[in-house]
């Protein structure tokens, strides 16, 4: 089994930054990806962003430019900066990690852009 824990978040006027973590515990040998997915009110759950075991990185079309990825082995945390938000950003973020074919999800963590 993998926990996740999540933090950051929050509410944040368009063109501001957040900083989005999850650190795993548990069973996290084995990991194959880690990502962001979101879910706005009324829509389906998609991904934002992802990092694969050897590094490379899959992002939304939504969010290339303004997100990035990153993660510390170290830790077993993965991040999500996020800059230049806007009112379409508003959604529930949720952290998943891939490991054996299993999926794990965080708690889930609202992110609001509003002036």
């Known amino acids: 089994q993998v926990q996740l824990v999540q933090s950051g978040g929050g509410l944040v006027q368009p063109g501001g930054s957040l900083r989005l973590s999850c650190a795993a515990s548990?069973?996290?040998?084995?990991?194959?990806?880690m990502g962001w997915y979101r879910q706005a009110p009324g829509k389906q759950r998609e991904l934002v962003a992802r990092?694969?075991?050897?590094?490379?990185?899959n992002y939304a079309d939504s969010v290339k430019g303004r997100f990035t990825i990153s993660r510390d082995n170290a830790k077993n945390t993965v991040y999500l900066q996020m800059n230049s938000l806007q009112p379409e950003d508003t959604a529930v973020y949720y952290c998943?990690?891939?490991?054996?074919?299993?999926?794990?999800w965080g708690q889930g963590t609202q992110v609001t852009v509003s002036s």
């Open positions: 548990g069973s996290i040998s084995g990991i194959y990806a």
């Open positions: 998943k990690v891939v490991r054996f074919g299993d999926n794990y």
């Open positions: 990092i694969i075991n050897d590094g490379s990185t």
